[in-house]
């Protein structure tokens, strides 16, 4: 709500079941700003790391076709017996707080278990069997589905010129990035007919220099396609995304390359 406070309505509308008019239609009632909208939309940006992040703890909560935005947690428990908390790695309160779609959420559900209610088992992943199946069914049966907007089929774009693939990427409605100074493109980060969200970034590595890209506010996941695709290897300061990067923008990049990248 880009940093509104809204209301809570368990009554969006009700119809008259005989004339089939809207006798009642509730209003969205706005209550405080606690935050401005930059830091609702930097939580957000966040919250959609803990699910894709190549470290994100929330990457069981990913559901293909839809970008999911995520904050896990964990609570400890008061001892009863008077001071402390209880031990034991089951003795928490797990939780999860999802929103989709992640660039404009429509829904948001929250689940939290009891102590002990997957004995010792991964509760992020036993938390998601119950998250995943209810937010797709809700995504799949509302019409942010109807033409599914949040996926594309990538194009395979090796051999092309740099130019031309570029051109391709941009008209699927992804972020194309050159990696290199040749006129080919001989690697591409995201394989031909892989099904990626809208919006993502594809490397294209050329013939020629690899060069560096400016990678100011990429975050740790694109990071690591870089680095995967050039076969550089990057040391990470830090959470969250780049704002730092050892070898500037248009430098020269080898395998034996070490880049050092802060993260905030």
């Known amino acids: 709500n880009k940093g509104k406070m809204v209301k809570p309505r368990l009554v969006d509308k009700i119809v008259d079941p005989n004339t089939g008019k809207t006798v009642y239609k509730s209003k969205t009632q706005v209550v405080g700003k606690p935050i401005t909208a930059k830091t609702s939309k930097k939580v957000l940006d966040m919250m959609e790391a803990v699910v894709y992040d190549e470290k994100g703890l929330g990457q069981d909560y990913a559901i293909?076709?839809?970008?999911?935005?995520a904050k896990t947690g964990t609570?400890?428990?008061?001892?009863?017996?008077?001071?402390?908390y209880l031990s034991g790695s089951s003795n928490y309160i797990f939780s999860v707080v999802g929103m989709a779609p992640a660039d404009n959420p429509r829904y948001i559900m929250y689940l939290t278990v009891?102590?002990?209610?997957?004995?010792?088992n991964d509760a992020t992943k036993n938390l998601s069997t119950i998250f995943n199946p209810i937010m797709k069914k809700v995504l799949d049966s509302s019409q942010v589905n109807n033409t599914n907007p949040g996926t594309v089929k990538v194009e395979n774009v090796v051999g092309n010129s740099v130019d031309d693939a570029k051109d391709k990427i941009s008209k699927q409605g992804l972020v194309p990035v050159v990696v290199g100074s040749g006129d080919k493109v001989e690697k591409q980060s995201v394989e031909g007919d892989q099904t990626v969200i809208s919006g993502e970034k594809v490397l294209l590595l050329t013939n020629g220099t690899k060069t560096m890209p400016d990678i100011n506010g990429w975050s740790r996941n694109d990071i690591a396609k870089l680095a995967d695709l050039t076969g550089i290897t990057v040391n990470y300061t830090g959470s969250g995304y780049a704002y730092y990067?050892?070898?500037?923008?248009?430098?020269?990049?080898?395998?034996?390359?070490?880049?050092?990248?802060?993260?905030?």
């Open 64 to 69: 293909d076709g839809y970008k999911i935005a």
């Open 75 to 84: 609570a400890q428990i008061a001892n009863s017996n008077g001071t402390g």
């Open 114 to 120: 009891k102590p002990k209610s997957f004995g010792n």
């Open 245 to 264: 990067q050892s070898i500037a923008a248009g430098g020269a990049l080898k395998k034996s390359d070490i880049v050092e990248v802060k993260l905030k």
